[in-house]
DNA sequence: ATCGATATTAATTAAATGTTAATTTTAAAG
DNA sequence: CTTTAAAATTAACATTTAATTAATATCGAT
């Protein structure tokens, strides 16, 4: 038996997970806020945890550190719900300790199978995750997985917006970006920030790993390159 | 030419989904039923269809239906209209095929980037395995998806002129482009520089790439070349 | 609730790019 | 070979864009 806790405050989504995740045998909890999400985490022990990252009073994100600082439940499976699409503002829900994340709308089938395939990697265990990936660029180690930038063996300790400026920038080495194209990847399409955000965090960026690696081009945009 | 289908029984609606997509540069046919709609878009082929879910005759879902079943139409991206309301009672549709959502009221900024998300993340999956699309003309390499232009394996940084001017003389390679095309297409009908400004920006993009690309046809204009 | 870290903004400075104008060179036509 | 219009070159100047800085706001952990 797999028990699944969903947490959303939208109860259409709540009653269109647990209908989804029934007919696939899951067992399902649901709660509409964070605190009492956590009470019933706390309560049943559930294998996975689906979590919105929007909600009032206490949003995904801070429930998922609440869970990861619970000793009972801090190896439970989360998967984040999230409106975005763009990949990279989700490092942050994977940064905070989120084992996946599915973006909005749902799709059933693409629901069920990310859930089964996050349960099969759990009972393998960890064994395949040796797998070492990391870009070396230099000095400088970029290590997606773990989510940990090494320069000269030390290790750096980036803000979130660095870390996903510079995963974004990284994707593509080579590649300009457009400050256009940074703001819809990392801001979201309906977040509007000044103009002089990105240079600041870029700044902020080489400032940590060097001047070497994040290039201006003038009127176009910025670019990593090594 | 990118091409948008709405749908919707609301001719106010209408009116503001196709004022605003097409300054956006959008071509912007509109049905205001979905049995119009479906023959529209038959006849027509667009890129994208915006649909309202609720309408008479044909409902949203129902037309998302006949057009998933249609063999020219099937890959065709949908977008659904809903009311805040009923945001998720009805996410049955997009189980139905819908690629997105948007929310009314409609603000044009969200809609427009959500839109060219859309059309961006169906341009990426349809190239499939990262075809490498780059020109290459003997030691040089143009790559517009990177804006990067490569000369014997050095990377050459371009200011926006010089890769604009670039750009537009290698689109038509061996064409011959007048001065007045080239202050068309680049600065535009409207604005107005002096005769020489074009000959200074190709003296610095002949420095950066080589003598040999670019032509000049005296009295007419220049050309790339190889 | 408070403190420290992170994010954003706004104002200023710096730098690169873009344009103009004056001068020299080029090449096509007579 | 000259003439002449067009283009190349050059350097000064203007404009645009980015970097920097400091101040303010927000976030998040305690």
Redesign the pocket.
């Known amino acids: 038996m797999v028990k699944i806790l969903i947490v959303d405050d939208e109860p259409d989504i709540l009653e269109f997970l647990r209908y989804n995740l029934e007919k696939e045998q899951f067992v399902v909890f649901s709660a509409g806020d964070g605190i009492t999400g956590f009470q019933i985490a706390k309560k049943e022990l559930p294998d996975l945890i689906i979590l919105d990252i929007m909600m009032p009073k206490m ?1 995904g ?2 429930l998922c ?1 609440l869970i990861r ?1 619970d000793d009972h439940l801090k190896n439970t499976l989360i998967t984040f719900l999230t409106a975005r699409e763009e990949e990279y503002s989700q490092i ?1 829900a994977l940064d ?1 300790g989120g084992d996946d994340y599915i973006t909005k709308p749902i799709r059933p089938r693409v629901l069920i199978s990310r859930i089964k395939a996050l349960l099969r990697r759990k009972h393998k265990g960890s064994a395949e995750m040796e797998k070492e990936t990391w870009l070396e660029f230099g000095n400088l180690r970029i290590d997606k997985e773990k989510v940990m930038i090494i320069k000269n063996g030390e290790q750096i ?8 400026l510079l995963m974004l920038l990284v994707s593509k080495p080579g590649k300009v970006f457009s ?1 256009e194209e940074i703001f819809n990847k ?2 979201g399409n309906d ?14 960026l ?2 940590k790993i060097g ?1 070497d690696f ?9 670019k990593f390159d090594f």
């Not at 300790?157 to 996903?164: F, S």
């Not at 000044?194 to 240079?199: E, S, V, Y």
């Open positions: 949003d994100v801070e550190r600082a942050a905070v300790d980036l803000a979130r917006k660095e870390l996903e400050r990392i801001w977040v509007i920030v000044g103009n002089r955000t990105i240079d600041v965090h870029i700044r902020k080489r400032e001047d994040i290039k201006t081009i003038k009127g176009i945009g910025y």
